[in-house]
């Protein structure tokens, strides 16, 4: 089963923290993948404005690359700055890897008109063109087009991938990292298939099993959302749900447990609002997840969180100290990315809980499906 | 040509072995006790004189040749009218063991003499086919490593399914913000009494399954909701608490109606659901059919007709001009009789036009969803033919039609409800699951209840299922007290608890291997594997060898 860590900390740290913190996990992968999230950038060789999309992904040959940047100059972007990675291709199992790119654009100007919304439906549909495109000679892997937001994915040991790519040189560094370790499963081995999976600012990775996967994958596709495509893994599913119920149905976070994992009928009767959210759960009924699964996501403005599936068979923990906050899939990773912290304020979240770590990072805070649920607020 | 009268054979003329059944009599051990002449349902049974010669072996006598002796046995009779159904009731009435039938290894002549005065042949039950590609399903997607499978005995499991239309989730939070009606969901058992009447069934079958339905719901929890059939139900039953727990069917004849929109005023709840029957899986196209046989005094009187007359319903509803127009009045009209708080769903049968009623459904604020009724379903009374060889199996039918929501994004809209030889063999949780991962939001049972809770006799080899004729030996489907006191409704409410808690029991022995227990695994058709090439291309499941 995939191993997850994830930090968020005020101050901007590199990567190579959290992947060697995922070392003390290491017996829950077979170094069958390594996905890395990072939200909150900041580039030791490039002064990064907020706003700016972030393209990352790989070319896997000449020819990929040059259609890519053909394909980005016909939309009107404008490179700004092309991070150059310290590869040893030695350390990397792939052979057809040209360039790792993790590049910031500056907007088509044509956009300064336009609504969020629009930017960020345009950005999507614009990394969903490239993802297209590399598929059709699988020559191009496009992860993310967005801002302050920047993916890796590899093949390999994750340690060994972070030394492939030099992240240990500090170039990159960000405050929000999420990783996983993959350990492969049913899948077979695609880059598509790595954590953390990301549409439209919602970024989760998850572990375990979602056995419900099929039934969900076809509700999803059936909403003919032009993002609700890959599911090269059965998690893929955790992020578009989150990106359903908070973007599209515009609920507040609070719902995402309250659909992937809802409450029973006679803990619903009881429920002060239990009402309208057993009416959510029969309207969402095809979203319910069934794990066991650990859930972390973060969300645009930072916030990140931790959830379980209701089974509750995943150990689960999240620690720290006010300004940074670790959570991991076993307790081993938290000890290793935070070592020095208050252990008596670590928590695993039970079957009802959603773990929130606000942007201010001050300190976590816990909600329960028993509570009463939000009714008049938005996402 | 004179034909020549002194043999006496007929072109209709049958011996015992040109019959379905054959008796075997043992004369050694009879007892001349008459139990069984007395209990067979088609007096096929009478005993009669026999002569047996008793060969002389005494070599040295003058005297050769043979002695007879004459006996009382048994005869069948071979008229079709009193042949032997092979109900077998009277080995279960025989005290020595002396007698029993036997299906007949040689092709019965009598089926081509079936058809008599002019009528083509009818009967009840089913359509005597073993063939089920049901149960040719298997559960193969085990959870193994990374998802541990579950323990079906101590893990909690959510089984229950969704009856009724479903918003999609954009809709639903906009008409709860605006304080717009909600469409009517009830959360039920997912298998489910299929209709059967209350003039189809007999008092105390009707009454045992409403009082088993009763305890699962009060006092097992397990919510259990059973269909009537056309025809109504007793008045105290509409303004009892039970009658959530039912499915008020409304069929071609309407026949009951008159007593359930008088009674609305005094309902302490309201129903479960309203099926309205367009069709029925074993009868494609004709409408209900109560033989007079059954037409007693109390039945006569809930459907307002006289007694002892043939109740044919139409095959179609009079309003049916066309299924857009038919559906939208007699939904609509059904939803309004309850103040728009009752699900209202079509019953059809199997058929490739499935989709096309499906799809006009959808666009039907007020559907509640859709039940299908396969070939294999059961009836009290059809032409042989209809239930032979009309209607559409209904797997494909549903899985077609379940692509086709999952292709429109509906699928949690509409429920799909599947009928038609779920566990015709007996593996009733297993064909059931099977369909639920095709696809359906839950099944309905019809046959297998009678036999499972009441001990009926009939079977896919032409057992008994004489069901139309008001004969029934166990007293299930008859409206004669002589018959039916035979059955206890309370032994009958206790075999209904029996069986919905083995069914659960196996849900759960379903579900725990695949690592399912949050929700029904609706369309989780990875789980699903079969050994038929063709059926899994067709099915898009997967084929395993
Ligand atoms: S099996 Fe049934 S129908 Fe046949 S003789 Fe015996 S009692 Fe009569
Ligand atoms: S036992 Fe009764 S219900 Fe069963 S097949 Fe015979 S007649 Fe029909």
Request: proline fraction near 6%.
């Amino acid at each position: 089963m995939c191993r997850l860590a994830m930090k968020t900390a005020a101050e901007p740290f590199s990567p190579y923290t959290v992947l060697q913190a995922m070392e003390a996990m290491q017996e829950g992968y077979d170094g069958s993948g390594l996905g890395l999230l990072l939200r909150g950038m900041n580039f030791a060789d490039f002064n990064y404005q907020a706003g700016e999309p972030i393209l990352s992904g790989i070319a896997h040959s000449e020819a990929a690359l040059h259609r890519l940047n053909q394909m980005l100059q016909d939309r009107g972007f404008t490179l700004k700055y092309d991070h150059e990675f310290q590869v040893r291709p030695e350390l990397i199992e792939a052979k057809d890897r040209h360039k790792y790119f993790l590049r910031v654009y500056k907007q088509p100007l044509s956009w300064k008109e336009w609504s969020r919304e629009q930017v960020e439906n345009e950005l999507m549909l614009t990394r969903l063109a490239l993802r297209e495109d590399g598929l059709r000679d699988n020559d191009l892997t496009v992860f993310s087009f967005w801002p302050d937001v920047a993916i890796i994915k590899e093949v390999g040991w994750p340690l060994q991938v972070g030394d492939a790519l030099g992240l240990a040189d500090n170039r990159i560094t960000s405050r929000i990292c999420m990783a996983q370790g993959r350990q492969n499963t049913n899948y077979g081995i695609n880059l598509y298939a790595c954590h953390p999976f990301f549409i439209q600012g919602v970024g989760t990775m998850t572990n375990g099993e979602n056995t419900a996967f099929v039934p969900i994958k076809e509700y999803l596709t059936g909403l003919h959302r032009p993002g609700y495509v890959g599911y090269q893994s059965d998690s893929e599913v955790f992020a578009h749900i989150l990106h359903y119920v908070t973007r599209e149905l515009k609920l507040p976070l609070e719902a995402y447990k309250h659909v992937i994992t809802p409450l029973k009928t006679e803990e619903l009767e009881k429920h002060p609002q239990g009402r309208f959210l057993r009416g959510l759960r029969d309207a969402c009924r095809r979203m319910i997840i069934d794990g066991p699964n650990c859930v972390m996501g973060s969300m645009p403005d930072e916030t990140c969180l931790l959830l379980m599936d209701t089974k509750k068979m995943r150990p689960a923990t999240i620690g720290g100290r006010p300004g940074e906050w670790a959570m991991a899939s076993e307790m081993c990773g938290v000890d290793a990315m935070i070592p020095h912290r208050d252990k008596s304020l670590d928590f695993q979240p039970m079957r009802e809980n959603t773990v929130i770590v606000p942007a201010h990072r001050k300190e976590f805070v816990i909600w329960s499906q028993f509570d009463p649920y939000p009714l008049h607020r938005a996402a | 040509m004179v034909s020549i009268r002194s043999i006496p054979s007929t072109p209709s003329s049958l011996t015992y072995n040109d019959l379905p059944w054959i008796i075997e009599h043992r004369e050694d051990r009879c007892t001349l006790c008459g139990r069984c002449t007395s209990i067979c349902p088609t007096q096929s049974l009478h005993l009669t004189y026999h002569r047996q010669r008793m060969p002389q072996l005494g070599i040295l006598k003058k005297k050769r040749g043979s002695e007879y002796r004459v006996f009382t046995g048994i005869r069948q009779s071979t008229s079709l009218e009193h042949r032997c159904t092979g109900c077998g009731m009277c080995s279960m009435v025989c005290p020595n063991e002396a007698i029993g039938p036997f299906p007949n290894s040689n092709d019965d002549r009598a089926r081509f003499h079936s058809h008599q005065k002019g009528e083509a042949w009818k009967r009840g039950g089913r359509r005597n086919d073993r063939h089920s590609l049901l149960d040719q399903l298997s559960f193969n997607r085990i959870s193994m490593l990374t998802d541990p499978a579950l323990d079906a005995g101590r893990h909690e499991f959510y089984l229950n399914t969704i009856l009724g239309r479903v918003l999609p989730p954009e809709e639903y939070i906009r008409r709860q913000a605006a304080g717009e009606w909600i469409p009517p969901t009830r959360e039920i058992f997912p298998f489910i009494i299929g209709s059967m009447s209350f003039g189809a069934l007999s008092p105390n079958m009707w009454l045992g399954l409403l009082q088993g339905v009763a305890y699962c719901n009060e006092v097992l929890n397990i919510p259990v909701v059973m269909c009537t059939g056309e025809g109504g139900c007793p008045p105290w039953v509409l303004k009892s608490p039970f009658l959530k727990y039912l499915v008020l069917q409304i069929a071609s004849g309407y026949f009951g109606w008159d007593e359930i929109i008088r009674a609305i005023p005094d309902m302490q709840c309201d129903p479960a659901a309203i099926e309205i029957k367009y069709g029925q899986g074993a009868k494609p196209g004709d409408g209900g059919l109560l033989m007079w046989f059954k037409v007693s005094q109390l039945i006569a009187r809930l459907r307002g007709v006289p007694e002892g007359v043939d109740l044919p319903s139409p095959p179609v509803h009079q309003t049916l001009y066309s299924i857009e127009e038919s559906v939208m009045k007699m939904i609509q009209t059904l939803s309004m009789a309850w103040d728009f708080r009752v699900p209202v769903y079509p019953k059809i049968s199997g058929s490739t036009s499935a989709k096309a009623v499906l799809n006009n459904l959808v666009r039907n604020p007020y559907a509640s969803g859709l039940l299908i009724d396969g070939i294999d379903g059961g009836t009290g009374a059809a032409y042989n033919v209809s239930m032979d060889a009309t209607g559409h199996a209904i797997a494909s039918n549903l899985r077609d039609c379940y692509l086709d929501l999952v292709a429109q994004g509906k699928q949690n809209e509409i429920p799909l409800f599947a009928a038609g030889g779920v566990g015709k063999n007996g593996n009733v949780t297993q064909n059931g699951m099977g369909l639920i991962m095709l696809g359906a939001s839950g099944v309905h049972i019809g046959k297998y209840i009678l036999q499972a809770a009441a001990g009926c006799l009939g079977n896919e080899k032409n057992r008994c299922n004489v069901c139309n004729l008001g004969i029934c030996p166990k007293g299930i489907t008859s409206q004669n007290p002589k018959l039916y006191r035979r059955l206890d409704p309370d032994q009958v409410a206790q075999r209904v608890v029996d069986v919905f808690m083995g069914i659960r029991t196996e849900m759960k022995k379903i579900m725990a291997p695949l690592g399912r227990s949050q929700s029904l695994p609706v369309g989780m058709s990875d789980a699903l594997g079969i050994g038929d090439e063709p059926a899994a291309r067709r099915l898009k499941i997967r084929y395993v060898c």
